[in-house]
């Protein structure tokens, strides 16, 4: 976002909240609307996230979800259910053993592995085909 759109976006907002302070003056509230266009905003964002080609239906599903609670006033639902499974998932983290660090190879795995990895007679023959060539 650059700098430009940033002040039309905080430009529109102030002139938002001016208006409907002066609206509020005047008697007019628009408190349980705002209450209402807000949320099915949100929710018909998500649904077209949902329906449309383009998105994640996931991401659509989430939007679509938080409008919905925040429309029936249930919002701290998702919130304490966030934190309840963050809380359940370090709990599980702090009990579940730690990373336990491997024993060295037994002596005749090593000896085996020297063996097996030791320089043989194709390797030499590769290493005198490959110092002949020009």
Same mark, same amino acid.
């Given at each position: 976002m650059s700098e430009r759109s940033g002040k039309v976006l905080l430009g529109l907002v102030l002139l938002l909240i001016g208006g409907l302070v002066l609206l509020d003056q005047v008697g007019i509230d628009f408190?349980?609307?705002?209450?209402?266009?807000?949320?099915?905003?949100?929710?018909?964002?998500?649904?077209? *996230?949902?329906?449309?080609?383009?998105?994640? #239906?996931? &991401?659509?599903?989430?939007?679509f979800l938080f409008g919905f609670l925040m429309l029936i006033g249930k919002l701290h639902l998702l919130f304490h259910g966030l934190l309840a499974i963050g809380v359940i998932y370090l709990g599980y983290r702090l009990l579940?053993?730690?990373?336990?660090? *491997?024993?060295?190879?037994?002596?005749?795995? #090593?000896? &085996?592995?020297?063996?097996?990895?030791?320089?043989?007679?194709?390797d030499a023959w590769e290493r005198e085909m490959t110092r002949r060539q020009p």
């Open positions: 408190g349980d609307l705002i209450g209402l266009l807000i949320p099915a905003i949100i929710m018909l964002y998500g649904a077209r *996230k949902i329906m449309g080609q383009s998105g994640s #239906r996931f &991401w659509g599903i989430v939007i579940r053993p730690g990373h336990v660090p *491997k024993e060295a190879p037994p002596a005749w795995e #090593r000896q &085996w592995a020297q063996k097996v990895l030791k320089e043989d007679t194709l």
